[in-house]
Each structure stands twice: as C-alpha cells, then as structure tokens.
C-alpha cells in the first residue's frame, strides 16, 4: 500500500506542537508533546539521546504522530508510521529555525548550536497512513 500525503497535514504544518507516540515495552502507548517539521512526506522531531522515546522506537519502530484538536474536539488528524533515528541537527532540517529559535531562550537555550548539542538525535517519521476527522 502506497502513502497518500494527506493535505490536511501540510496545511497544519505550522502549528507548534504535535504528539508523538511511542509504545512501551509492556505494550502501552507512551504519548509526548513534540516540536515537528515536515520533510517531504515525513515528519521530523529531535530528541535529547538516552530518552524512553528513543528506546521504545529502538525495541518497535510503530508510532503514531497527531496534532491538537480544535475547541470543540474536530480537526481531528492522525498519521500511522515507522520511527527511524538516524543522524541530523536541528537546525539544518527545513524550516526548523524558522519556526522554534524565537522560542530557544525561553527554554533555557542561548542559540541553534546549544540546542543542537543538547537535541542531537533526529527521529524521522515515515508515514504509513493517516485518518482524521
């Protein structure tokens, strides 16, 4: 089965946060709030090395990644993929500065570098399918 990217996920593309769950080893979904950006088709998130995240992807490469709701609990938008790590900073994927440096001070960081060193690990999520509402 072929992915379809799904429009609706471009168009929120911008918003800040979005959900990315992993599963644990005792088989319970283990759900994060996550900073994101698209590249192409996949979905990428960084995380500081040695988290429970990085070790459930590394025991079960299924996730799945979901953005906010609306007020009224529509706008409802869930992607079904594979987790990878593999190498890259923060700063060099697309639009990642653009959308998050302004908030780096308020998280305890004085520029891209410190938050390169600190969230040194990329996940990239290769979606499988998606649904929403």
Request: overall charge negative.
């Amino acid at each position: 089965m072929t992915y379809t990217p799904d429009p609706n996920l471009i168009k929120r593309a911008g918003e800040p946060v979005g959900w990315l769950t992993t599963i644990t080893p005792k088989g319970r979904p283990a759900p994060r709030p996550v900073w994101f950006v698209l590249d192409g088709d996949d979905i990428l998130v960084f995380s500081q090395p040695g988290t429970a995240k990085l070790r459930h992807i590394a025991a079960s490469s299924e996730v799945s990644f979901h953005l906010n709701s609306d007020e009224n609990g529509g706008s409802i938008l869930v992607v079904n993929g594979r987790a990878h790590v593999d190498d890259g900073k923060p700063s060099e994927a697309p639009g990642y500065l653009d959308k998050y440096e302004p908030s780096y001070a308020g998280i305890g960081y004085a520029d891209a570098a410190a938050f390169d060193a600190s969230y040194s690990v990329r996940v990239r999520i290769v979606p499988e399918r998606s649904w929403g509402f």
